[in-house]
């Protein structure tokens, strides 16, 4: 069922710009093709959805969803560097999107670029004071570089925001182990 709904939404998408491209049909906003990429993301077709953000993204420049979406896209798909550029992108389009620098700070986080991680973690949550995993990630930059004390406040602020305390005490031990 899924595949056939991800082809009747591919034959939709190639015949809706077949009708632009031949003039028969106005071109279709930037959102459309947004909306187009979100529909084939949530489907797993990821590499068609960073086509559709990138029409979008050609369409208008400046339009930091679709900057955004496929950065989470190139980031599902392990491209880490193109998802550091389009979370970078939005930043500078909107340096107040919060999303934008949590995102960037986990692309980092998992390239083992931690300074710059931390940074992101910490504009974060400058943004968001109430973002529980961004002091979660903050904590596990910090029990990385031994600061254990500022890990603890950071877990102990994520739990009262709603983190799982278990699975997040979990991953520090294994943390500290690792170091």
Known sequence: MGRLRTLVLLAGI?????????????PLPPEWYC?????LAEQASRHEAVAQYSEAIRLNPEYTEAYINRGVTYF??????LSIQDYS????????IVEAHYNRGYS?????????????????????????WAYANRARV???FHKDAEA???INRAIELGCDSSILMLEIEYLKQQR
């Open 14 to 26: 190639l015949t809706a710009n077949i009708l632009v491209l031949c003039g028969c049909s106005p």
């Open 35 to 39: 909306e187009q990429g979100n529909a």
């Open 76 to 81: 599902e798909l392990g491209q880490l560097e």
């Open 89 to 96: 992108s939005a930043i500078r389009l909107n340096p107040l």
């Open 108 to 132: 980092y986080y998992k390239l083992g670029q931690l300074e710059l991680s931390l940074r992101d973690f910490n504009e974060a949550i400058r943004l968001d004071p109430q973002f529980a």
């Open 142 to 144: 910090y029990t990385l």
């Open 152 to 154: 603890e406040l950071d």
